[in-house]
Each structure stands twice: as C-alpha cells, then as structure tokens.
C-alpha cells in the first residue's frame, strides 16, 4: 500500500512529517511517497539521522500558501506539494493521501481534482472528537456552511461507514445535532433531516443535544457545515480552557498530591488527545484524504498515515461509493 | 420598586423562590409580588420558619405546564402563575419579572402580553456565560432559530445597553460569532451582520471564533438563535463534563494535596457557577424580564431579583427604547 504524504503542510513541515512517515513505514509496513522539495526533505532527514527507507519523494518546490484562496489548489496544479499529492492520488499513483495544509484548499481539492464519489453531494470534513463513553465523528465540520436535508443524510451514511469500517463501532449510533430532542425542534433543515434519517436504515437514536454531546454516547453527529465548524471549535476551546485550568489547580496540590493523581490525570489527557485519532477524513472523495491537525507533530502524522491505511484496509470510499449507487437507483435525483 | 416572581416556577419551587424572595427583601431593599397559590405559599413559608414580610401573594391556583406549547401561555392568560405575572407586569403592577419556568413559554408571553419594544424586531433570551477574563452576554441563546441581519445588529444594540447598565462595562466590546476571523467568512447572514456592526457606532471589534469564546476577551457576543443555543447547551456541557472531571482527577489527590488546591477549585469553580448572575434577561421587551435557569436555588433566585432590579436601576429597558426610536426615524423600515 502507497500513502501520499504532503512534506510540506502544518506548522511542523518538514521535520516531524518526516519522521511520521519513517515509523509508519518501519511499524505498518506501508510505502509513502512524500510531495515537497526533494532537497529540503534530504537534508532534514540527513540533519536529524531520519532514515528514507520506504518513502520515495515526488518534486516539487512550491507550496501551498494557506493565506491563498482555496479555490486556487485548483487552478495552480501540481506546483504546490498539496496540489502534486492530490494529482498522485486521482492518477492512481497511490492509494490515499495525508496532509496537514489549508482545509479550505484539500475540500477544493479533493473535491475537484480527486473528485466526489458519484452521486455524493458534498464533500465534509469529518473530525474524529473525543467523549467520555466514546468518541464520535462530527460532520459536516465546516466546509459546506448551507445544506439541506439530503446532504445530511449522506453524512450520515458516510459517517457511520467510516465508524464501522475504521473505528470498529457494530451498527453505530447516528444522531442529529439539534436544539431539543423532540423530532419538531430546529430550523426547517433539522426537521426534514429528521424525517430522512428516520428512513435511512442507519441506527438513527434520534436528536442529540449539544450538552450531551461530551458524553460520547453516539457514534455519529450530523450538522451542516457552519454549526459543525462551531461545535469544534468551541469543543477545542473549552477543552484547552479546562486543561489550564486543570493544570493551574494542580500546581498547588504539591508533590504528594501530584504523586496520587498523576496516573489519573494521564489518562484524561489520553483521552482527550486529538493525536491518537490523526486527523479528519474528508468523507465523500473517491479515495481516502486524510487533513492531518496544523499543529500536528511527528505521532500525530505516524497516525494519520495509520488512520489512512485502515480507511483503505476497510473499503471506506468503497461502502460509500455502493450506497450512493443503491440511492442513484432509486433515486433519479440522486447526483448534484 | 416592585419586583414580580413566578412562586411556581422551576425544579425547586415553591421553598427555594420564597427563600430568595425573603432575602431579596431584607437585603435589596425591594418589594415582592409572588403569583401562584396563596395557600400553598403561606403554607411552605410558614412550615420553613420564612418571613413574608414585603411579600405580596397574586394568588392563582394554576401553574404553566413545561409540556405545554409555548403559545399556550397567551392563550391561558392570567390563569398560570407564569402568566399572572407577565399579566400584572403589563399592567404595571410592578417594574420586572422572575420566572423559572419554560424559556419559550416565557418568550412568547413577553413578546404578545407583555410586548415589544417599539422598533425591535425580535426579543432575544440572553444569558451571561463565564469566561477567563470576563463574562459575556449571549444572544439570541434560543427564541429565534432563523434571523436576519438587522436582528442581528439589534441584539448588538440589546446587549451593549444591557452590559453597560447592568454589569457597569464601559463601552462593551461586542463580536459577532463566527468561524473564521476574515468578514468574508461565514453564511450570507454573518457577512451582511458584519457591514451593520461596522456601522452600528457600538464597539464593534469584528468576529469571534467559538474556540476564542471562553477567554472572555469581547462582553457581547450576537448570533442567530440556534446557533446560539448551541453555544449555550454546549457550554454548559463542556462545564459539567470537565467539573466532573477534576473532581473525578482530584479523589486521588489525598488530604494533603486537596488542602494545597481547596482554595483554587473554590475560586473555579466561583468564576463558572452560574447561579451568581440570576438569570438571563429577555431583552426586547417594554419591561424587564428575567428568565432564572430551571434548577435555581434560593441563592439563584435572590440574584435573579437583583439582576432585575438592576435593569430597573440601568433603565436598560429605556435605552433600548431610544435607540430603536432613533433606528425608526433613519428609517421608515424600522419596524416589523
């Protein structure tokens, strides 16, 4: 299995993607190709002892400048490293690709030089977002602020292949972000996505609440694209306001205080870690497009190369790409 | 001055509103009209050892069913505890209004029994939420899930009168809820509402991204009211899910460290406790009306007293009101 890998995305570039793919090839047995400067990844390999083993490098010197307008991914080609990954995918040069560059340009992109799976209406972002039960896949995440109710419920289908065939979850939870939990709350949008959902022969349990949503009781969360991108905002800011808070209470409680709650507080920041999960998978794309966090560092790029092995291993584009020809069947409306 | 409060309404009613009202009575220097039964009333404040002192009953035997639809309340008039009240606000019996009971009942009886002010297009549920540096004033948190741009801009005015005049900051910071930091970011809605704020004369400081929320940097923050609601419930369970957390990291913490950390976790969890602030105000309406959460104590309700009588004290109410009178001699368009 090849995983196109950008070089040069995230505050990190290159270094800890580098050494990302180095363990993902020593400890998953993969091939990376990584797009990018091919002197600037062979000097930062040779400076830091990293060895290239396993990963072969696809030129490029450019790359994509997350202050340019999405759209331009498309426009500019193969010049930048995102715009060559992506290129690499939809030639078949690779079986799935990480980056962590601009969101806005990798949906562009996906959507327009990978393209959409046929008769999928958007694309979505579709973070992995941690509870206390379990976690949960949040979609749309932000890239399609306006929807309507069909969309929804293709995130729907798209989030609960992705929970099953990559996370594992039997017969997932589908629930649908909502201001009250009877099937008449919400704008027009929650309404008839109600309806849809309630006839899609997914595990719809109905609305949830977003104050329920840190209790990670649900699989899958649907929303349209500008509330997602709310929910996981907010959901990050509170969680690094609670974490210095946590930190500042604890820097009181002195070394034995510490000694007893350590192994706790370790555990909680296990849980809450967005590393383990390695990015969001943007659900809807022919093949499998992983966005790797900004910030993200050489374990959390390790596992987004591992998040895109297990989205190839378990056929997701495949389960997806079957539902929306069983819909285009029934359904002559069925593309967009 | 004459405050109203629904003896019937909320999880603790009728002992812990008494308690506050008594309170409120001794401390705030205010009079108190309580609606419900006066039987019942007598009857709890006498078995609790509670002075009635200052306190008027307005008796009426029913209370307004959480179940019930929301209009109902207009239709059942002053038959409800909740509806005696805003009944007899109208009337000008007293100078505001305290309910625990449902927030939408409460909206629709404000806007047709007590009603709007001139020029407002839309009354807006607006609680004060925690943050690091500061608190801020939220709306619309619910009523209305579809707005238009110029709601928005109202409720910009609503919230800088109310934070001024009430919490006593000088020119409030006012941001509008978005999910990125650009104007061109958002739906048609945040795009349109940003060029009114620009012009509104308030101190308009741009968009707020919701990870930015609980720092408490801006005073006010408008939205639509789902998307509000969203923010609201989600914050709230974000609060709850982390506070059980800490407290969950701190039962292994032993006597000694626990002793070290008491007054920090004390200091939290003051700055997050909800129930320091009342209630929140439903602003848009000719008279003050506070709507105290579902769970209030008695410690709840006395603020939610002395949160009204500060609206009364501010004239928030008459702020409000020139600046829509202002708004509808610019333009004929002002009222809807």
Known sequence: MIIIVDAFG???????????????????????ILTGSSSKIEKCAADNGISLRGIE??????????????????????????????????????????????????????????????????????????GDKGSFILL?????????????????????????????????????????????????????????????????????EPRDLPKGEVSVVVTDGFTGNVVLKLYEGMGSFFAKK???????????????????????KEQMDYRKVGGSALLGVRKPVIKAHGSSDAKAFFNAVRQAKKCVDGSVTKVIEDYAARLAGSDKNGEN
């Open 10 to 32: 995230g505050d990190n570039a290159p270094l800890e993607v580098i050494k990302g793919c180095a363990q993902a090839v020593e400890k998953l047995g993969v091939n990376i």
């Open 57 to 130: 490098i696809a030129h490029t010197d450019d790359v994509f400048d997350i202050h340019e307008k999405p759209n331009e991914i498309v426009k500019s080609g193969k010049n930048s490293s995102m715009g060559l990954g992506l290129s690499l995918l939809a030639d078949g040069k690779g079986d799935a690709f990480v980056s962590a560059g601009s969101t806005g340009a990798l949906v562009m992109g996906a959507t327009f030089i990978v393209k959409r799976i046929k008769g999928i209406k958007r694309v979505a972002p579709s973070p992995i977002l941690p």
């Open 140 to 208: 749309d995440a932000g890239a399609n602020t306006e929807c309507r109710p069909e969309m929804l419920a293709q995130f729907a289908v798209m989030g609960s292949a992705y929970m099953e065939k990559v996370m594992g979850i039997k017969s997932p939870k589908v629930a649908l972000l909502n201001i009250g939990a009877e099937e008449t709350k919400g704008r027009e949008l929650e309404i008839e996505s109600y309806k849809l959902l309630s006839e899609s022969g997914l595990n719809f349990v109905g609305n949830i």
């Open 246 to 268: 946590i930190k500042w209470i604890f820097s009181g409680a002195g070394v034995l205080g510490a000694l007893f709650s350590i192994g706790k507080i370790k555990a909680f």
